[in-house]
């Protein structure tokens, strides 16, 4: 039995609808290339089944509520920001691995299907990117606030 290569498009808006949903584990870094894969996959004109727009909307409804679901732990990073310059370090970081993410994602998306190491490890960037972003909140979190003479929830 073979396997089905998926058309280049789906594994596009796949990929969209995925890091939407990672959006609020990694505190906003899979965001901007979930918007942007899915973006793409809802403009590109195929012979497709037209499921790529619909899973295109999805992801960006998932963004938007994992936009939502961050917004107080994020605002809560921002104000410490305000304070420290760890704080801005910090978020510079965040920024930074949300850039790593989006080309990664780029590069998962389209390497050839078959190419099974070099897509493996371009998901395994993706993971450990995620996880650093949520190291570095959980940091920023843990140890931080209390530092900076910051109470999270009193703003």
Do not use: Q
Not at 10 to 15: F, G, L, Q, S, V
Not at 83 to 110: C, P, Q, T
């Amino acid at each position: 039995m073979s396997r089905r290569l998926r058309p280049f498009v789906e594994r596009e808006a796949t990929w969209a609808l995925v890091l939407a949903a990672l959006g609020f584990v990694s505190l906003y870094t899979t965001l901007p290339a979930s918007i942007a894969l899915a973006i793409r996959s809802a403009r590109r004109r195929t012979l497709v089944d037209g499921v790529e727009p619909a899973i295109a909307a999805l992801a960006v409804a998932v963004g938007l509520v994992t936009f939502l679901l961050g917004y107080p732990a994020m605002r809560a990073l921002v104000i410490a920001a305000e304070d420290a310059s760890e704080a801005r370090f910090a978020l510079l970081a965040l920024l930074g691995l949300a850039v790593a993410i989006w080309f990664l994602a780029d590069a998962a998306v389209h390497l050839h299907p078959e190419r099974l190491t070099a897509r493996r490890i371009a998901i395994g960037g993706i993971g450990v990117a995620v996880g650093a972003a949520l190291s570095i909140a959980t940091v920023m979190i843990a140890v931080g606030f209390e530092a900076w003479g910051v109470t999270p929830g009193s703003g």
